[in-house]
T-cell receptor, first 113, second 113 residues
Framework: DTEVTQTPKHLVMGMTNKKSLKCEQH?????MYWYKQKAKKPPELMFV???????INESVPSRFSPECPNSSLLNLHLHALQPEDSALYLC????????????FGSGTRLTVV | AQSVTQLDSQVPVFEEAPVELRCNYS??????LFWYVQYPNQGLQLLLK??????LVKGINGFEAEFNKSQTSFHLRKPSVHISDTAEYFC???????????FGTGTRLTIIP
């Protein structure tokens, strides 16, 4: 298995909702990442997990809460989002943090209404 | 700190013509370099990567890139493009030991029939 799987593919949520994005990989990678991509922009790093521990938080607002329950799974919990948080959320993994060969998932297209 | 510059935001090319997408990087230490492709409403797919060794790197879909240390460039080339190559192309850099993959602003490649 050489894929990073993200669910759901599309999500529409209200500003008072709580939802979660899920990312899974079975490549034995020990680093996992969340990126946010706005339209016509490059991906921007949000969080890095290394060996299930949060190693980088790029000053992301607390309404985004990451979780890494095990080495194969990465979640992003969403609460009280704003319309400007609408974007494509990409998950990626690599063998080790900072190790070459990032594999990206196909993303979750999030719309906040 | 590392940075990646893609000077061309859009490149229109006739079908079966050659193409070069430009990428320059700046870094005070050695870097790994990557090209990713993103088709509409999809995640990022790795086209090729330079880690060390031969400066000419061959990737998928007939693309290749050449690492030029003196010019700090990593330009992407294809000798003959196809309609299916229409996509956004991102150059990215990763410093040795750094966990943050830095992206350029992207180049939209449009193939003209």
């Amino acid at each position: 298995d050489t894929e990073v799987t993200q669910t759901p593919k599309h999500l529409v949520m209200g500003m008072t909702n709580k939802k979660s994005l899920k990312c899974e990989q079975h490549m034995g990678h020990r680093a996992m990442y969340w990126y946010k991509q706005k339209a016509k922009k490059p991906p921007e790093l949000m969080f890095v997990y290394s060996y299930e521990k949060l190693s980088i938080n790029e000053s992301v607002p607390s309404r985004f809460s990451p979780e890494c329950p095990n080495s194969s799974l990465l979640n992003l919990h969403l609460h009280a989002l704003q319309p400007e948080d609408s974007a494509l959320y990409l998950c990626a993994s690599s063998q080790e943090a900072g190790w070459y060969g990032y594999t990206f998932g196909s993303g979750t297209r999030l719309t906040v209404v | 700190a590392q940075s990646v510059t893609q000077l061309d935001s859009q490149v229109p090319v006739f079908e079966e013509a050659p193409v070069e997408l430009r990428c320059n990087y700046s870094s005070s230490v050695s870097v790994y370099l990557f090209w990713y492709v993103q088709y509409p409403n999809q995640g990022l797919q790795l086209l090729l990567k330079y880690l060390s060794g031969s400066t000419l790197v061959k990737g998928i879909n007939g693309f290749e890139a050449e690492f030029n240390k003196s010019q700090t460039s990593f330009h992407l080339r294809k000798p003959s493009v196809h309609i299916s190559d229409t996509a956004e192309y991102f150059c990215a850099a990763l410093n040795f030991g750094n966990e943050k993959l830095t992206f350029g602003t992207g180049t939209r490649l449009t193939i003209i029939p």
